[in-house]
């Protein structure tokens, strides 16, 4: 069986960190883009960041730039969000999702990821 799952999320002060993972069970991430997500109570689900399969290339959500970074490890088949400066806004669940390839400048349509995870919550609160 296919399956996603993140970890890490939390309660956490403004500028304060978190780092999420993204764990692949049933099938190797080798050749699989993995994007990141965030989606806020009644808002639409928004790309926050993208890393390719072989990590050479990432992109940025404009709100995560300078604050956010993303890695992998293909030989422990996870994906990494690193978040520092936290701010209010960044509150939401943060969903890890995989696509077979690379998607260029589409990296933040949702539509075109084929597996999600269930989400993890992260709140920025004082």
């Known amino acids: 069986q296919l399956q996603l799952v993140e970890s890490g999320g939390g309660l956490v002060q403004p500028g304060g960190s978190l780092r999420l993972s993204c764990a692949a069970f049933?099938?190797?991430?080798?050749?699989?883009?993995i994007g990141w997500f965030r989606q806020a109570p009644g808002k639409k689900r928004l790309g926050v960041s993208c890393?390719?399969?072989?990590?050479?290339?990432?992109n940025y959500a404009d709100s995560a730039k300078g604050r956010f970074t993303v890695s992998r490890d293909n030989a422990k088949n996870m994906v990494y969000l690193q978040m520092n400066s936290l701010k209010p806004e960044d509150t939401g669940v943060y969903y890890c999702a995989a696509f077979q390839g690379w998607l260029g400048t589409n990296w933040d349509a949702a539509s075109e990821y084929d597996y999600w995870g269930q989400g993890t919550q992260v709140t920025v609160s004082s």
């Open positions: 890393i390719s399969d072989t990590g050479d290339t990432t």
């Open positions: 049933g099938f190797s991430l080798d050749y699989y883009s």
